[in-house]
């Protein structure tokens, strides 16, 4: 395979990961950069030429965030061989500022210009010829989303190409003080061979803080370039010219891209409204908006619960508690298999794992919902509807992106909320995403809805996710008045056009995300499957021993009591809350071997003789609310390095779990609903 690299950078909604998705086809290596919790896409060119390295979507090299440094800290420590801008044709003033910065840069580099329908229903042509002679590099007119101009791109990206194509050598005039101060940087910098020294000098006098701390390693350098620093800057202000070098350079640049932007860029006909203008005067609405927001989650829900996955989860479930079951256990009779292993395999990992299986159309259903929201371009808009909202609970739109993460799976969702700027505020959003409901919880759900709520699963469901909204947003004003008295929060968000999404990217996305589900189940929820079963058949008294007589019964038994008041204060749900802290599947996989149930009919009837349906709805709450899973508990651990800040996520969640367990039990039977 090759070692030659290429570089993938772009401002966020340019249409970035619909060209490596049509130049690659396929990731070859999905991870995290180093040091943070980025995800690192790595792809191989379709001609298997290079590597494709997808940066996480930035406007400049200036990082508002600590995630945002990657591409920096790539660019410094591991310089690709070459590198793909990404530019939004409809957006191109905007877009050439972070193109300037990468042909600072020096490497071999290409222009991807994307998007050009939407720049021509815009009435905006752009002449890339003329683009491409003041830039000095290739520009490609391109459809990512069609495959439009890719062929050709392709072609280009070879190392051989890419290697006949000379390193940029793009030069800005910034004025004599900040050239007089460039010159000096790069002679008191180290020589590092593949770092292009004017770079980094004007990346310093940008005041870009990644540049700075990779500077100031070098100590004997710090005190020069420092005083270098200020009396430029103080030169400047003397001269009228800025109040400060970033705000400079800014100007050198804006003026040179607005002049090649008036050379390249005309208007064939005045600007309309377009229809993502008329879609966006009902969704963004401010009366409109969030009950447009709550309808669409109900529509989730009918399609996910009622229409298509409830029907498709039947299936599956006939086919696992029935062919599968009579397959092996026919193969384990050919065998001669013993007793043992006969109820280990079937009462233990087939129940237990097939338990939670039958829900995987039902998730895959709805991380397609999720994933055609988010690539149409809606989702975008639900933050800025949500913002009035969570800005008087003290956070602000952005810290609901990390909470819709959160309806997929709470480790992505703390992951996500390192894109916030302000400490305290990404610490109360890490400690609320855990509230959000979870694709793991939606197997409870689905389970206790089918049984006591058959003709209203879709609403029954949307109200426990909305419980969660309700808490979180009640309980980040709490905490946003405790922790977070001094911090001020800002909300930037671009809104992209509308779109209809691919399918080829819907079901990829959609397959990233629920495979995830599928491989716990082949892990995770596996071995807890045993483990269970094992605690089931064994006791005090020996193997083989009685349901009632079992350690699972006992370790249940020792929590019971506590949850009488709740309604459900059975050994059966205290053992499956507490199985459910290693993951929330494991509460079905748990219920499925403690009621010895080989399929989902026979368990729904057990479960419909220990619950009410008040209960059962008490039962989904505390699900929902209580400590969140191991996995989830230690990323918090890793996001807020401290011991007492997870302690507090589990003990809150907890007390506030029972609270309203108790309140919704309570209530109900206020109500008549015993």
Same mark, same amino acid.
């Given at each position: 395979?090759?070692?030659?690299?290429?570089?993938?950078?772009?401002?966020?909604?340019?249409?970035?990961?619909?060209?490596?998705?049509?130049?690659?086809?396929?990731?070859?290596?999905?991870?995290?950069?180093?040091?943070?919790?980025?995800?690192?896409?790595?792809?191989?060119?379709?001609?298997?030429?290079?590597?494709?390295?997808?940066?996480?979507?930035?406007?400049?090299?200036?990082?508002?965030?600590?995630?945002?440094?990657?591409? *920096?800290?790539?660019?410094?420590?591991?310089?690709?061989?070459?590198?793909?801008?990404?530019?939004?044709?409809?957006?191109?003033?905007?877009?050439?500022?972070?193109?300037?910065?990468?042909?600072?840069?020096?490497?071999?580099?290409?222009?991807?210009?994307?998007?050009?329908?939407?720049?021509?229903?815009?009435?905006?042509?752009?002449?890339?010829?003329?683009?491409?002679?003041?830039?000095?590099?290739?520009?490609?007119?391109?459809?990512?989303?069609?495959?439009?101009?890719?062929?050709?791109?392709?072609?280009?990206?070879?190392?051989?190409?890419?290697?006949?194509?000379?390193?940029?050598?793009?030069?800005?005039?910034?004025?004599?003080?900040?050239?007089?101060?460039?010159?000096?940087?790069?002679?008191?910098?180290?020589?590092?061979?593949?770092?292009?020294?004017?770079?980094?000098?004007?990346?310093? &006098?940008?005041?870009?803080?990644?540049?700075?701390?990779?500077?100031?390693?070098?100590?004997?350098?710090?005190?020069?370039?420092?005083?270098?620093?200020?009396?430029?800057?103080?030169?400047?202000?003397?001269?009228?010219?800025?109040?400060?070098?970033?705000?400079?350079?800014?100007?050198?640049?804006?003026?040179?891209?607005?002049?090649?932007?008036?050379?390249?860029?005309?208007?064939?006909?005045? %600007?309309?409204?377009?229809?993502?203008?008329?879609?966006?005067?009902?969704?963004?609405?401010?009366?409109?908006?969030?009950?447009?927001?709550?309808?669409?989650?109900?529509?989730?829900?009918?399609?996910?619960?009622?229409?298509?996955?409830?029907?498709?989860?039947?299936?599956?479930?006939?086919?696992?508690?029935?062919?599968?079951?009579?397959?092996?256990?026919?193969?384990?009779?050919?065998?001669?298999?013993?007793?043992?292993?006969?109820?280990?395999?079937?009462?233990?990992?087939?129940?237990?794992?097939?338990?939670?299986?039958?829900?995987?159309?039902?998730?895959?259903?709805?991380?397609?919902?999720?994933?055609?929201?988010?690539?149409?371009?809606?989702?975008?808009?639900?933050?800025?509807?949500?913002?009035?909202?969570?800005?008087?609970?003290?956070?602000?739109?952005?810290?609901?992106?990390?909470?819709?993460?959160?309806?997929?799976?709470? *480790?992505?969702?703390?992951?996500?909320?390192?894109?916030?700027?302000?400490?305290?505020?990404? &610490?109360?959003?890490?400690?609320?995403?855990?509230?959000?409901?979870?694709? %793991?919880?939606?197997?409870?759900?689905?389970?206790?809805?089918?049984?006591?709520?058959?003709?209203?699963?879709?609403?029954?469901?949307?109200?426990?996710?909305?419980?969660?909204?309700?808490?979180?947003?009640?309980?980040?004003?709490?905490?946003?008045?405790?922790?977070?008295?001094?911090?001020?929060?800002?909300?930037?968000?671009?809104?992209?056009?509308?779109?209809?999404?691919?399918?080829?990217?819907?079901?990829?996305?959609?397959?990233?995300?629920?495979?995830?589900?599928?491989?716990?189940?082949?892990?995770?929820?596996?071995?807890?499957?045993?483990?269970?079963?094992?605690?089931?058949?064994?006791?005090?008294?020996?193997?083989?021993?009685?349901?009632?007589?079992?350690?699972?019964?006992?370790?249940?038994?020792?929590?019971?009591?506590?949850?009488?008041?709740?309604?459900?204060?059975?050994?059966?749900?205290?053992?499956?809350?507490?199985?459910?802290?290693?993951?929330?599947?494991?509460? *079905?996989?748990?219920?499925?071997?403690?009621?010895?149930?080989?399929?989902?009919?026979?368990?729904?009837?057990?479960? %419909?003789? %220990?619950?009410?349906?008040?209960?059962a709805y008490a039962f989904c709450a505390f699900v929902l609310l209580y400590v969140p899973c191991l996995a989830t508990v230690g990323i918090i651990r890793r996001e807020v390095a401290s011991w007492k800040w997870t302690l507090f996520a589990m003990g809150y969640a907890l007390v506030v779990a029972y609270l309203v367990a108790l309140f919704i039990r309570l209530g109900g039977m206020l109500l008549g609903f015993a």
């Amino acid at each position: 395979m090759s070692t030659w690299s290429t570089a993938l950078v772009g401002n966020p909604n340019t249409g970035k990961t619909s060209l490596f998705n049509s130049l690659t086809r396929s990731y070859e290596y999905v991870g995290n950069w180093t040091g943070v919790t980025v995800e690192k896409k790595v792809g191989l060119l379709r001609n298997r030429s290079s590597q494709l390295i997808d940066l996480p979507g930035i406007y400049s090299l200036q990082p508002m965030s600590r995630d945002e440094g990657v591409a *920096v800290h790539y660019l410094l420590h591991d310089r690709p061989n070459a590198m793909l801008n990404v530019v939004d044709a409809s957006q191109l003033e905007r877009n050439l500022f972070l193109t300037i910065q990468l042909l600072e840069y020096g490497a071999p580099m290409l222009i991807a210009l994307n998007m050009n329908d939407v720049a021509e229903g815009r009435g905006i042509c752009i002449k890339s010829e003329l683009l491409e002679a003041r830039l000095g590099i290739p520009v490609y007119k391109i459809n990512a989303r069609r495959d439009q101009g890719i062929p050709n791109l392709l072609n280009d990206l070879t190392p051989d190409c890419m290697i006949a194509k000379k390193p940029s050598t793009f030069r800005l005039d910034y004025g004599q003080p900040v050239e007089t101060a460039i010159q000096s940087l790069e002679a008191l910098l180290p020589n590092i061979e593949h770092i292009p020294s004017r770079w980094i000098a004007l990346q310093y &006098l940008e005041n870009n803080k990644t540049i700075h701390e990779w500077v100031h390693q070098y100590a004997d350098i710090e005190p020069a370039i420092t005083r270098l620093y200020e009396e430029t800057e103080q030169q400047l202000q003397s001269a009228g010219t800025a109040l400060h070098l970033p705000q400079h350079i800014r100007a050198v640049r804006t003026t040179y891209i607005r002049q090649i932007v008036a050379e390249s860029l005309f208007h064939a006909a005045p %600007a309309k409204p377009t229809l993502t203008d008329r879609i966006d005067d009902i969704v963004t609405n401010r009366w409109l908006g969030i009950p447009f927001f709550i309808a669409v989650m109900y529509l989730m829900f009918k399609v996910t619960f009622e229409w298509i996955g409830s029907p498709l989860s039947d299936l599956l479930d006939g086919f696992l508690g029935g062919t599968f079951t009579d397959w092996t256990s026919s193969l384990l009779d050919l065998v001669g298999a013993s007793t043992f292993t006969h109820a280990l395999i079937q009462e233990g990992i087939i129940a237990g794992v097939g338990g939670v299986l039958v829900f995987v159309p039902q998730i895959f259903i709805l991380f397609l919902f999720i994933s055609f929201v988010e690539d149409s371009g809606y989702m975008a808009r639900v933050t800025v509807v949500m913002d009035r909202l969570m800005e008087a609970v003290g956070l602000n739109g952005k810290a609901f992106i990390p909470f819709v993460i959160g309806f997929g799976c709470s *480790v992505p969702g703390i992951m996500a909320a390192r894109t916030i700027e302000q400490p305290r505020e990404r &610490l109360v959003t890490t400690l609320l995403v855990p509230f959000m409901s979870c694709s %793991a919880r939606l197997s409870v759900y689905a389970l206790f809805a089918g049984v006591f709520f058959k003709q209203h699963q879709a609403l029954v469901v949307l109200s426990l996710y909305l419980l969660g909204i309700v808490l979180t947003l009640i309980l980040a004003k709490v905490f946003s008045k405790s922790f977070m008295k001094e911090e001020q929060t800002v909300f930037v968000v671009e809104l992209p056009p509308y779109r209809m999404p691919q399918w080829r990217t819907l079901f990829r996305s959609t397959w990233e995300k629920g495979k995830g589900f599928i491989r716990k189940a082949g892990t995770f929820i596996l071995g807890g499957s045993v483990l269970i079963w094992l605690l089931s058949y064994a006791g005090p008294t020996g193997m083989g021993v009685e349901m009632n007589e079992s350690y699972l019964a006992k370790l249940g038994g020792l929590l019971a009591p506590l949850f009488v008041p709740l309604g459900f204060g059975t050994w059966q749900a205290g053992a499956a809350l507490v199985t459910g802290f290693m993951a929330k599947e494991i509460v *079905v996989s748990t219920m499925n071997i403690i009621y010895h149930a080989p399929d989902a009919a026979m368990l729904e009837a057990q479960i %419909a003789h %220990a619950f009410t349906p008040l209960t059962a709805y008490a039962f989904c709450a505390f699900v929902l609310l209580y400590v969140p899973c191991l996995a989830t508990v230690g990323i918090i651990r890793r996001e807020v390095a401290s011991w007492k800040w997870t302690l507090f996520a589990m003990g809150y969640a907890l007390v506030v779990a029972y609270l309203v367990a108790l309140f919704i039990r309570l209530g109900g039977m206020l109500l008549g609903f015993a």
